[in-house]
C-alpha cells in the first residue's frame, strides 16, 4: 500500500513561493491501476517524482507497504520495489539493450527468451535490439518502449509510467495497452500511470484528476471520463474548484 500524508512541494522563486503540490493526501492500495490525469502543469509529474524519490517533499510524508520511505534516495526506494518510468528516458552510450534488461532483471544469466518476452511485450523484436547500443541512434519512442520493457524486467511491486503513449506509434500503444491489462489482471504490482489516454484512463481502477497542486477529482473511469470528454477545451467541471466540489 502506497501512502501519501499532507505532500507539500514550495519552490521559492528570488522573493515570491510558488506551490507545486498543496497538502496532497492519498492512499492506493495493492495491486491497484491508478490512472493520474489533469492539464499540463498541474503537478501530475512532481507528484510521481515524489513518490519515487526524484523530488523531496517540502513537507509530509510517504509511506510504502507500512515504511516510511520519505527520507529514502532513489536507489533505496527501486530496492524496495518501486520502479519509475521517465517521459523522456535517458539514453546509455555502451550498454545494449540485452545488458539494460540484464541489469534491470538482477539475473545476469537473463536468456533470450524472456528477453524476447519483455521487447515483445512493448512492441519491439529481440532480433533486432538486443545488440543495439541505447543511445542516439534509437528514436525517441524506440528508447521509450525499451525503458518500459526493462521495468517489466525488474518485476516491481509499484511501477509508475509518466505518460508512456508520448512518441509511441499506435501499434506499439496498443501493445502497451494489453501489456498493462495484463499486468493488473495478474495482480502482480500496483501501476500508477500518468496519462491523457483515454484507452489508458478507461484501464484504472480510480482516476486521480490532479490540478493546480491539489487533488482536483476521483473517482473511477466510467464516473470522470465522460466530464473529461465533455469539454476539454474550455470549463472542464472536473478541473475546477466548483467541479471538486460537487
Known amino acids: 500500500m502506497l501512502e501519501l500524508k499532507n505532500i507539500r512541494y514550495v519552490v521559492h522563486e528570488e522573493d515570491d513561493e510558488l506551490v507545486i503540490l498543496d497538502n496532497i493526501s492519498l492512499t492506493i492500495d495493492d495491486h491497484k491501476l491508478v490512472v493520474f490525469t489533469g492539464p499540463n502543469g498541474g503537478g501530475k509529474t512532481t507528484l510521481a517524482k515524489v513518490v519515487m524519490g526524484l523530488v523531496k517533499p517540502t513537507s509530509g510524508q510517504i509511506l510504502w507497504n ?3 520511505i520519505t527520507d529514502l534516495g532513489i536507489t533505496e526506494r527501486a530496492k524496495l520495489g518501486i520502479s519509475y518510468g521517465f517521459q523522456q528516458p535517458p539514453r546509455f552510450k555502451g550498454l545494449t539493450v540485452k545488458d539494460l534488461l540484464t541489469l534491470a532483471s538482477g539475473n545476469q544469466k537473463l536468456s533470450k527468451d524472456k528477453c524476447c518476452q519483455y521487447l515483445t511485450k512493448v512492441g519491439l523484436c529481440a532480433n533486432d535490439y538486443l545488440d543495439r547500443e541505447v543511445d542516439v541512434s534509437l528514436s525517441g519512442g524506440e528508447v521509450k518502449r525499451i525503458e518500459i520493457a526493462s521495468i517489466l524486467a525488474r518485476d516491481s511491486g509499484l511501477m509508475i509510467f509518466d505518460e508512456p503513449e508520448a512518441g509511441i ?28 489516454q483515454e484507452r489508458i ?34 470549463g472542464c467541471p472536473v478541473l475546477t474548484k466548483g467541479g471538486a466540489a460537487q
Open 201 to 234: 484512463i478507461s484501464l484504472a481502477d480510480e482516476v486521480i484528476v490532479v490540478g493546480d497542486g491539489t487533488i482536483r477529482h476521483r473517482g473511477t473511469a466510467e464516473e470522470i471520463l465522460p466530464q473529461i470528454l465533455a469539454d476539454t477545451l474550455s
Open 66 to 68: 507500512g515504511q516510511d
Open 169 to 196: 506509434d499506435l501499434w506499439s500503444f496498443a501493445r502497451l495497452t494489453e501489456t498493462f491489462e495484463q499486468i493488473h489482471a495478474a495482480g502482480s504490482a500496483t501501476m500508477i500511470i500518468i496519462s491523457h
